[in-house]
């Protein structure tokens, strides 16, 4: 099976990865055995992030175009029907869920916005509900500060979040049905000093995009980001 369509983001399932689709209409899993295409089903233009459950049965995406969260039965290859649900932010850009698989943080790149929303399969009128949304994070700023990847720590207690027009790397606890910024842990990220002075001078901030946690202590952030400069 073969499909013509624009991977924006996979993540793996046991021995299998769920593709995300950015210009077509379909995402799609494929066999790490084989390498190949074993199922496509429907999802919504412009589908941007993706995570799956630990156990590899579930799958949840972040549909940019119509800033909804879809829910994924993996197993069955088959949308929840019922688990369709406005994410809170504008253009869902990313999301991660916790390693507990009780509830996710999903991001938004057009409102500067991030969302909580938790799973639950026990209940069948709302598999998948959002429980709270910040306001954007910079207000006035492009996109509200444009939030991008997000990270959960392995404690399921705080998510550290990139912003692509801000100077620092926010930090969230999850405590709460609404994420809450955490202005004391805030990561700032000046440009490189060791630059050299001619291009430094320049460089206004950096435009973050995607982060990524140790899995052990969480004591080390690998963010990855381009520069801004005049």
Known sequence: MQLAFSPAHAQLAADEAIFTDHSGTYCGIVSAASMSVVAIFDCDIYSEGVDVTSDGALAVIGNCGTS???????????????????????CVQEL??????????????ADGRVSKFTLD??????????????????????AGGSTQDVHISASGAEAVVPLY????????????????????????TPPNPGWPATYYDRVEYLYHQGISLSNGDNDTILATADDYYQ
């Open 68 to 90: 909804t969260l879809t829910l994924v039965d993996l197993a069955g290859e088959t949308l929840i029907n019922s688990a369709v649900i406005d994410s809170g932010v504008r």
């Open 96 to 109: 991660d869920i916790a390693p507990d698989d009780s509830f996710g943080i999903a991001t938004g790149s």
């Open 121 to 142: 399969l026990s209940n069948g009128q709302e598999p998948i509900n959002v429980t709270g949304t910040t306001e954007p994070l910079v207000p006035g700023a492009f």
């Open 165 to 188: 027009s801000a100077d620092f790397l926010a930090v969230f606890d999850l405590s709460d049905d609404t994420p809450l910024l955490n202005n004391e842990d805030t990561i700032y």
